[in-house]
């Protein structure tokens, strides 16, 4: 990534910081200022998902190719997944202390990205359990498509079936998860929320960038060495 | 032409048959599943029992008991199909003798006995032993097993075949196969529920469609896969 993009994604993110605590969203019923969490909570998950996509892809090009480089990619991906899920979780659960009166009560959405917690800490445990190098990459890409199938079980069927008090659930207003497909935000939101959905995108491109990098020297410096 | 169309459609079911036999045949022989799994579900049923002793269980809950005793029961016990593989070396003359699909569609076939055999068993005592668990909807209660145990035997021995390539084998299993019968668990547990607590059985159809789109996705995605795993 060039100097410049490195730069830009920094004073993006600052800058899109600053609106998203700042900048007046009018009144929301129910949510009020707490609805503000929607800035960071939501691009959180999406590069969550994103990357666990992203980490399913190369599994699926390595089982093509056999190319350990997809391999490489497929594992940062679902690190960097992992750290931005537990991020979600985080901020997730703190919005819930002050909005539902509990850290974790088990709605619907908390079940589901706790499953999605659970699919990545089995598919780091799946990888150091297997020692040759194609077969640890074979494997944990069959892991990671089964895992990606039964996912949407969670994050798109039982929440919208079972009644849910996180926004989008049955029997609540939605900003972004609704089964019409429209978003239901003011303009300043709108906004704000799509420079930070490009912006997290864009740090976890950089993010993976790196990592992948030190993915590969670490694995030419093993394989020198053996 | 023709002959060539029925030969490439029949020709893994022939497969599946003979590798279901040949482990159908060597369990009668020595009947080492179903020994130690029935033994696991008299260990665990007791120890529910003596943590429960003089308590009445809610429906609601002896309801979930149930699908913790049969999901522990499958992960100790439908693993074996392919780890006895790998353990006995015998994956190499199976790998040359018979299509990948055949293997994984005769392991299915058999573990989907072995789960229904050790259901039919568990419930039985499940219902002799836990007062407070009386089905109330038999119809509901007889298809969320019949799919239920279906899709646990489908997704647990696929990863079966995953696991049965690692080290640490026995401690990997639980945690692999948990997020994948996650979705299966959670519906089947609530249609239980619901069958203990005598709903119509239009109630329980969101369920039924939940379990039946899993069996199929699951199933299907298995068998793409397979080969990937059982040749590497």
């Known amino acids: 990534m060039a100097r410049w993009m490195k730069l830009l994604v920094g004073v993006w993110i600052a800058a899109v910081v600053t609106l998203g605590v700042t900048i ?33 892809w190369y599994g699926i090009a390595y089982l093509r190719k056999r190319d350990i480089m997809n391999d490489i990619k497929s594992a940062s991906a679902a690190e960097l997944g992992f750290v931005f899920c537990i991020l979600a979780t985080i901020t997730g659960s703190i919005w819930a202390r002050f909005n539902w009166g509990s850290f974790w009560n088990w709605d619907p959405r908390e079940t589901s990205i706790f499953v999605l917690l659970l699919i990545y800490g089995a598919y780091f445990s799946l990888r ?55 978003m239901y935000m003011g303009t300043n939101m709108k906004y704000v929320f799509f420079a930070s959905l490009i912006g997290f995108t864009g740090l976890y491109l950089w993010l993976f960038q790196l990592r992948t990098r030190i993915a590969t020297v670490t694995y030419h410096k093993h394989a020198e060495s053996a | 032409m023709k002959l060539r169309l ?107 006995l072995l789960i229904y055999v050790l259901n039919v068993l568990i419930v039985f005592a499940y219902i002799l032993t ?43 299993y639980p945690v692999l196969s948990f997020p994948i019968l996650l979705p299966l668990l959670v519906s089947v547990i609530d249609a239980t529920r619901l069958s203990v607590d005598g709903a119509a059985i239009g109630e329980a159809l969101a369920d039924f469609k939940i379990l039946i789109s899993y069996c199929v996705v699951v199933t299907t995605v298995s068998i793409v896969l397979f080969d990937f795993v059982w040749r590497d």
């Not at chain 1, 895992?147 to 994050?155: C, H, S």
């Not at chain 2, 997704?155 to 640490?168: D, L, V």
């Open chain 1, 128 to 182: 150091s359990a297997l020692e040759i190098e194609e077969r640890r990459a074979s494997l944990s890409a069959v892991y990671s498509i089964v895992a990606f199938v039964t996912v949407p079980f969670f994050i798109f069927i039982m929440p919208r079936i079972t009644f849910s008090l996180h926004p989008g659930g049955a029997g609540s207003v939605a900003p972004i998860l609704n089964t019409s497909g429209k």
């Open chain 1, 24 to 56: 007046p969203i009018g009144y929301i019923p129910g949510l009020g200022d707490r609805a503000r969490i929607l800035f960071f909570h939501v691009p959180m998950s999406w590069v969550a998902v994103l990357a666990f996509l992203m980490s399913m």
């Open chain 2, 6 to 112: 029925v030969w490439a459609i029949f020709c893994p079911v022939k497969g599946a048959s003979a590798v279901f036999s040949k482990d159908l045949n060597s369990e009668l022989r020595t009947r080492y599943a179903l020994n130690s799994l029935l033994m696991f579900v008299v260990v665990t049923l007791s120890i529910i029992l003596f943590s429960t002793a003089g308590e009445s269980v809610s429906p609601t809950l002896s309801a979930g008991i149930l699908w913790i005793i049969i999901f522990f029961a499958a992960m100790s016990g439908l693993s074996r199909s392919f780890v006895a593989e790998e353990e006995r070396g015998t994956s190499m003359t199976l790998q040359l003798w018979v299509k990948p699909s055949s293997v994984l569609l005769g392991k299915l076939a058999f573990n989907s």
């Open chain 2, 130 to 172: 836990v007062p407070s668990f009386i089905v109330q909807s038999p119809l509901i209660f007889f298809f969320t097993m019949l799919l239920g145990s279906f899709g646990l035997a489908s997704a647990s021995t696929f990863i079966a075949a995953i696991i049965s390539k690692a080290n640490s084998k026995g401690t990997l």
